[in-house]
């Protein structure tokens, strides 16, 4: 296919070229173009706006920070809706507002344009292995028909109607968080009580206390990065999502809404451009208890 892809961060750069790798034909935009170096080294072509990534397109990904950054792709001359027609379909992977979604899909409706919400996990291991997740709203036959396409990148499910998607990865996110705070407490209580860290790490890999928060995230805690792949800064902009969320929904979530406070003192203390499990370095520096561990800790994003 012919296929538009706008955004090549950390997650967006590996999904596309694993769509080039898969034999389809790619534009590529972002805001450096030295993200593109070798999406372009592969054959793709580079674009300088959302507008020029999308003519000619019959698919186009979009994956950047945030809603807002989703508005200054849309619109204007050079955005996507002066582009788009009738036929093409656009996939935005972005961790978005559920409403947000609903409503561009509505106003791309207008112009033919079918609008799926298919925001994604697995961090960036899994988007260089194709092995990124993927959570799918919007028209189930639009989704049958691109899934091929998009199974190239990693799993897909898909969650129903448009904002179902997004809906989704919030809560994925949610309890991302929630296991996040919670490994480095218990790590941190374990330790300072007089267990070996190595031993308690195994101990709790397995059981009622297995997830894969504490399989896949606990090395970078051990090797003192705390994964700069994901800074504190998006961890805020998707918790504020997240608890918007639960406001909409009228839901109370009080440990949602605890680690949200969590995530933002260890933000305000540690700054926002610092790696996501900062937040328990904040429990580790109130204990006065070091998680280091000696080991080959390969980084996640280095595999």
Known sequence: MRIGFIGLGTMGGPAALNLI????ELTVCDLDPKRAEEHLSLGATWADSPAATAQGAELVFT???GPRQIEQVVGGDHGLLSAMSAGQVWVDMTTNKPAYVRELAATFAEIGVQVIDAPVTGAVDGARAGNMTQFAGGDEATVA?????MELMGPLHYMGANGS???TKLASNQLWAIHA???????VMAVKSGVELSRAWDALKIGASESWCMHHDAPSVFAGHYDPSFTLDLCKKD???IVEACNDADTAAPATRLVYAQFEAAREKYGGDKGELHVVKLEEDAAGVSLRLDGDWVPHWEK
């Open 165 to 167: 998607g997004s809906i």
């Open 181 to 187: 705070t919670a490994m480095g407490e218990a790590l």
């Open 145 to 149: 028909r691109i899934r091929p396409v």
């Open 239 to 241: 918790l504020g999502l």
């Open 63 to 65: 994956m950047v920070f």
């Open 21 to 24: 790798r898969g034999g389809h």
